[in-house]
Structure formats: structure tokens, C-alpha cells
């Protein structure tokens, strides 16, 4: 029997997160006058990622709902992980 998962998607903590097209996020880098690089990273590991199909090197637009500014935008710039886990007991 095969293990049912839920989607990480619906949970209500969970951001709406949107790859954005190369179109948007050239639009976005030049209004932030910043390289992709420059932004924030996030892991291609994080299971938002996984679960939206972002690679590295995608830019993705997170939504959140605040009770004070209505809604935030932030960016986030999908990488691989440079560091290694550290080895248990280590």
C-alpha cells in the first residue's frame, strides 16, 4: 500500500509561491536593479520548490497574506545546495 501524501500546496501556512517567466523576472531585476544572484536563495530542495517544478535558476514570486499590508511580495532566487549535511554524531 503506498503512502498518500499531502499537498504541501493547500496547507494554510504555505505562501502561494509562482515561477515567474523570463519575461517577469528580467521586468523584476531590472526594477530592483539587482542580478539573480543578488536576491534571496531559496533550496531546490525545499519542498515548495519540488512541488511547484522550479529549477535552479528560476525566480519565484512568494504571496503572503499579512493582517497589517494586506498582501507581500518576495523573491526568491532557486539554487542548489552548496553545503553538505553534516554526517550524524559529527
Known amino acids: 500500500m503506498s503512502k ?31 542580478k539573480p544572484y543578488q536576491l534571496p536563495w531559496i533550496s531546490i530542495n525545499d519542498p515548495v520548490v519540488k512541488a511547484i517544478g522550479a529549477h535552479p535558476g528560476d525566480i519565484i514570486r512568494i504571496i503572503r497574506k499579512s493582517p497589517t499590508a494586506g498582501e507581500t511580495i518576495a523573491y526568491r532566487y532557486v539554487a542548489v545546495d552548496t553545503v553538505k549535511p553534516r554526517k550524524k554524531g559529527a
Open 4 to 34: 498518500k501524501h499531502p499537498n504541501i500546496l493547500e496547507h494554510e501556512l504555505v505562501p502561494k509561491h509562482e515561477i515567474l517567466s523570463p519575461e517577469e523576472a528580467l521586468e523584476v531585476l531590472k526594477k530592483l536593479n539587482i
